[in-house]
Every structure is written in C-alpha cells, then in structure tokens.
C-alpha cells in the first residue's frame, strides 16, 4: 500500500516540458534557398528543400517561393557553395523575401522497412534579410 502512495505521489510531482517550436512571421515574405547536397544521394539538397517548403506550409506560412532549380543548376556548375549561396541570396534580395533557410545535407538515406522515410542530416541556417 505505501509503494502504491508512494507511486501516486511521485507521478504528481513529474513536469512535462512541451515546447512548440519558435513562432514564424506567417504574413511575412519567406524563401527557401539551395540546401547544398555534400551526399552521395541524387537529388538530396532539393529533397530537404521540399520538406522545408512544406513544414513553413504546416506551421501556417503560405508566402514561400524557392529559388529556381534552373539558377541552381548554372551556379551548380560554375562555381563554389560559397558563390552559389552567395547568388541565391542575392536572388532573395531581389524578391524582397524577408527571411531565407538554407542548409547542407551532409547525409541522406532511407530507413529500413516498410515505410522507407528519409532519414536526413543536415546544418540549417537560419538568417534574417534587412
């Protein structure tokens, strides 16, 4: 009996700890830039591109536009990550998009089993635009 009271009283005493998340400018113009792919997976970069895409979606942001694939392309092929990000940037400027996420996708694969979801790596950043 007393471990009974003691369990009830221990589980009074636990605190769960919820945190949401940071609070988006959902009204405010929001670009997603080129998530560099450092993988040996095809495709990854724009992959965790269109997630990001989506979860701005899902936390209410609807102004989202994402650099072009056919920029990314050219800039791919002529320069560093640096010039590329540095391009896209300014591309955001241009648009007067507010806030940018970018990132590098160091690793990128599939889990085993039935569903087969991405497993993803990756160092965002986050900036604001001025």
Not at 34 to 43: A, D, I, K
Not at 68 to 82: I, N
Request: net charge negative.
């Amino acid at each position: 009996m007393q471990a009974l009271c003691l369990s009830v009283c221990l589980v009074g005493c636990s605190v769960i700890d919820y945190s949401p998340g940071p609070v988006v400018d959902q009204q405010a113009s929001w670009g997603v830039l080129p998530f560099l792919n450092h993988t040996e997976t095809p495709q990854a970069g724009r992959r965790a591109e269109a997630i990001t895409q989506a979860l701005l979606a899902s936390r209410g942001v609807m102004n989202v536009q994402r650099y072009p694939a056919s920029f990314q392309d050219e800039a791919a092929l002529l320069s560093s990550d640096d010039n590329v990000l540095d391009t896209a940037i300014q591309w955001a400027k241009e648009q007067q998009i507010r806030y940018v996420l970018t990132g590098t996708v160091d690793e990128w694969r599939y889990k085993v089993g039935v569903d087969g979801e991405p497993a993803v790596g990756d160092a965002s950043d986050y900036r604001s635009g001025s």
